[in-house]
C-alpha cells in the first residue's frame, strides 16, 4: 500500500468519524417539532433556518427555534445514507446554504443547496469519485401524470428535494439567499 492511499484512507476514516459524531450530537429533535407545524397558507415572513429530515420525509422552515412550517417532501430513488458520488440517486446529508434561486427551472422553481460543501469534496477525493452537484429543493414535475399529493408519496427525484408548486412558492418568500439548510438522516 502506498503511503498515499493510506493517507487517503486515513481521511476518509477521519471524515465519515466526524460525520457520525455531528449527527449523533444533533440527532434530537427541537421540542417545537409536531407542535402547531401543519400546513397553513399565507405569509410566514422570513426564515433563519431549513431542517429536512430524510426519515420523516419531512422539511420545518424554522425561525427563532420555533417551527413556522412543515411539508412532505420527495426524495431520490434512494433516500437513506448521504449523497457521496454523481448519480447515485441520494440526497446529501450535513448543513449547507441555499445559495440561490433560478425560476426559470424545469421543475416550476428551484432553490440552489450549496452541495457539495468541502468535506463532502475531501470524502469524494479521498475515495477517487465525483461527488455531483446541482442539488436544489424545487417543485413538481410538469409532465407527470401523478397528483401532487400521489407524487409526493414517492421518492421520483434524482437526490434533489420536491416540494407541491404552492409549498415551494411559499419557500421561495420565506427565505432570503444564504439561509442555511441542514438536511438530516
Not at 420525509?57 to 420527495?74: E, F, N, Q
Not at 469524494?124 to 446541482?134: F, N, V
Request: proline letters at 5%.
Amino acid at each position: 500500500m502506498t503511503m498515499q492511499t493510506l493517507f487517503k484512507q486515513l481521511l476518509l476514516c477521519a471524515l465519515l468519524l466526524n460525520t457520525s459524531s455531528t449527527w449523533a450530537a444533533s440527532s434530537q429533535q427541537p421540542a417545537t417539532f409536531g407542535h402547531g407545524a401543519n400546513h397553513n397558507t399565507g405569509l410566514i415572513g422570513k426564515v433563519d433556518l431549513v431542517i429536512v429530515n430524510k426519515s420523516q420525509a419531512s422539511m420545518h422552515l424554522m425561525r427563532d427555534g420555533k417551527v413556522l412550517r412543515r411539508y412532505t417532501i420527495a426524495m431520490g430513488d434512494r433516500p437513506t445514507g448521504h449523497k457521496l458520488q454523481e448519480g447515485d440517486q441520494r440526497t446529501p446529508e450535513g448543513r449547507y446554504i441555499l445559495d440561490y434561486k433560478k425560476a426559470d427551472s424545469a421543475y416550476y422553481r428551484a432553490i440552489h443547496i450549496s452541495y457539495p460543501n468541502e468535506e463532502d469534496r475531501l470524502r469524494a477525493a479521498a475515495l477517487g469519485i465525483d461527488p455531483g452537484g446541482q442539488i436544489m429543493i424545487h417543485g413538481q414535475n410538469p409532465n407527470s401524470s401523478l397528483t401532487p399529493d400521489e407524487a409526493q408519496r414517492l421518492n421520483w427525484t434524482d437526490g434533489c428535494i420536491a416540494l407541491k408548486n404552492h409549498e415551494i412558492d411559499e419557500l421561495w418568500q420565506a427565505i432570503e439567499t444564504g439561509t442555511p439548510i441542514e438536511i438530516w438522516p
